[in-house]
């Protein structure tokens, strides 16, 4: 090979030529490039799918499952959460995967207007579940459009339980009216701490009866409009040291939640068809040093000494520090799942295709039981009134 001082003037003017491209490469792709992230390329919207109609009679779910492929079935465990501003970007979601629900984070509305969220239903083979977390007070979704509804604690001290019940029946009307089939509330954790503080003022009250009774009018307001209510944080969020949303929560031990943050959720039958939300907590006695959310003992307890057989959830698997802190989000999920869930929620969105991939995986190598996932499907479908 000849030394590189006897290259030729064209070679050479050939290097120079090809240096130049290069840097003007690095230079598009350099630090507006990570400001901007590249568009997405332009996909084909899958084509619809046959619909499945509600079945009835002893086998009624089987029925609705046979029609389902395995991926499909999995799918339906799975809440994920859309951008409120885009209603095809919401559609082609569902329409791609069969998701068994959507969250609407957010302060965008147009996914709530002009009956946009149809066209996410005609997207699914089965009913989406179409969840908000309007609670009143600081945390709300509806109040650019429907006006605002006070705080848990507001309502508490300045309403009777029939004035709750009408407020939240009207509300679940407006959000029927939309297209919303669950909403993410009432708050049954307990606490007098500052209303600014991660649960306070979104609570009723620090005292158990009290809370209670007024989440229970909260959850019957919202079952009268025929929106599906859910509690939320079991085991008890209220007297935790720290914000999921930032890092590793604590509870008191069990022993002490049995006398406190646990007496709300005593005769849950009160909260007709409500589900309940398990949170990212610690409860030493309890889960081992584990989140709740995935803890199978910690739904053990709910199922058990709780006696309650209606939808389990998670709290965000995504955007809060107590699980991504320790989980990508696709084990997670199949932990959650596999711990209990009847669903798994990630407001954040996206990578649906990845989680399903897991989820697939995890049922392959007997990580995530066939029984485990006919016994969740079996209950999102039937509180979807699929079968």
Known sequence: MRPAKHLTRRLLLVLAAGALLAAVVVYAGGDEAEQQPPAAAPTTAPPPQPRIAAAEGPDACATVIGELTPRQRLAQLVVVGVDASDP???ADVVGTEQVGGIFLGGNATALLENKALDQVQQAGRLPVSVAVDDEGGRVQRLDDLDGS???AREMAATMTTGEVRELARERGRAMAARGVTVDYAPVLDLTDA???DVIGDRSF???PDTAHRYAQAFAAGLEDAGIQPVLKHFPGHGHATGDSHKGSVTTPP????????LV???NLADFGSAAVMVGHLDVPGLTGGEPASLSPAAYQLLRGEFGFDGPVLTDDLGAMKAVTQ???LPQAVVKAVQSGADQALWSSGGRVSTVLDAMEQATADGTLPAERVTDALTTVLRAKHAC
């Open 254 to 261: 069990l022993a002490e939640l049995r006398e406190n943050d």
């Open 264 to 266: 709300p959720y005593r």
């Open 149 to 151: 509804i006070p705080s």
């Open 194 to 196: 500052a209303a600014g």
């Open 88 to 90: 095809q970007g919401a």
């Open 205 to 207: 009250s620090a005292d």
């Open 326 to 328: 320790r989980y990508p």
